[in-house]
């Protein structure tokens, strides 16, 4: 049998030193973006343990880090605080149905009046689960829109307005410095409500629901007050985060279900059967977490991103429909 010699990839000496030269310009392009990631995580941590500073935050951050493992325990907070805040509204709500001061079709007109603005005479009795979340909902909305989304720091709405617009315009420029400056100008916030700053927010949000509640609305202040200790923690607090705030959402009557961002309390035999349902009424409001990408000399507009950390607690429309004669929307 012929021997038949193995060819042999061979490169020439001046190719050889080319992939040599080639491989060590890789080789030190890779350990020079190494020491960059290196040097940005240092300037990272000296930016928040400055921010800490700042804020006085120091000794506690360094506690927490040794007492938690350097987790956050925001989640846990604002789970047991939401929880306590939805328990004080369905007391409320329970209370009002339990000994209503106008007939329950009179309360919940009022109420379906306030949140879609059509007061237009309801064509159905409604059942006193029907009115008991339907006040839920507009309670909801109210806590939602007038003092989570809001930073109320002051006893004036239009000082508040004009603070939540600063803190807008400098978190589009800037989220660290929007955060240290949120920080900064809770500390300083009044440490509870005014009276008539709250009874002013529900007559303007809520007035045909006010009025037909009459001397019931009194007992809507423990409610505010804890969304105020509610808001005040969101915005006001320490956390994991140095460039993110929160902000209410409460999905709105008839819209369709998103598991994402909702959580159902009733059972949904629609859902079950692979049908859709919709929206009965928000008994309590979801929260996100805003963020931006982070800003750089020569990038100033950023993605605004939108993370859901709590969702917002719905009883849908066919759970609503077995309890009375509300109509369902096909």
Known sequence: MAYIPQQIDVVSGEQYRYALTNFRIAHEKVEE???QLEEQEKQVALLHARIALLEGTADDEQQESRNYGGSSVDDFSIKNAASQLERS?????????????????DIYGAALGDITGSYDP?????????????????MS???GSEIVNN??????PEANVQLTRIHEHLFARNPVVACVWR???FSAAVETCD????????TETLPALTKVLGGSTNNTAPILAGAYTFSRMLHGSPSSSTDAFYRSFVPELGSILYPRQIELVRRCLKSERGEQDRVGATIFPGLVKVTRGS?????????????????????????LASSGNVPMQG
């Open 295 to 319: 800003v750089t000399a020569t990038e100033q507009n950023q993605e605004t991103v939108h993370t859901v950390v709590r969702r917002a607690q719905v009883i849908c429309e066919c759970a």
């Open 89 to 105: 509204i369905n007391r409320w709500a329970a209370d009002i149905v339990r000994a209503p001061p106008s007939p329950l079709s």
């Open 151 to 156: 930073l109320v720091v002051t006893n004036s």
């Open 141 to 143: 909305e109210v806590i």
């Open 122 to 138: 309801v064509p159905y009795d409604a059942s006193p689960m029907q009115v008991q979340n339907i006040l839920r909902h507009a």
């Open 33 to 35: 973006q190494r020491r």
């Open 183 to 185: 920080r900064q100008t």
């Open 195 to 202: 009276p008539e700053m709250t009874a002013a927010i529900l």
